[in-house]
């Protein structure tokens, strides 16, 4: 089960940062994404990290500007959303994999979270 929250509305240039809080699974043994879903548009990849934490991967809309990271002791993964646009206005949801893999392919994840809401006005 995962929990994500830390959504709100801010202003361009402003930084976010969400929360995915896991139970039910070891949380290590896999990896974690996030993705983001604008209005009337389709689900996008936004960031992986891997179950131990050493690999990351960004999209491309993102790198440089947003940071994954995740605290085993508290089964916790974040996103820090620095230097945020309008076009980041999206859901954020978060999603663990089905096994230690990092992917930008929803087809690689079986667990989501409600989403959390992300508005950045200009």
């Known amino acids: 089960q995962l929990q994500a929250s830390g959504g709100g509305l801010v202003q361009a240039g402003d930084s976010l940062r969400l929360s995915c809080a896991a139970s039910?699974?070891?949380?290590?043994?896999?990896?974690m994404s996030w993705f983001r879903q604008a209005p009337g548009k389709e689900r996008e990849f936004v960031a992986t990290i891997s179950g131990g934490g050493g690999i990351k991967n960004y999209g491309d809309s993102v790198k440089g500007r947003f940071t994954i990271s995740r605290d085993v002791a508290k089964k916790t993964v974040y996103l820090q959303m620095n230097n945020l646009k309008p076009e980041d206005t999206a859901v954020y949801y978060c999603a663990m994999g089905r096994s230690n893999t990092v992917s930008s392919l929803e087809g690689a994840y079986d667990a989501w979270g409600q989403g959390t809401l992300v508005t950045v006005s200009s």
């Open positions: 039910g699974r070891t949380f290590t043994r896999y990896g």
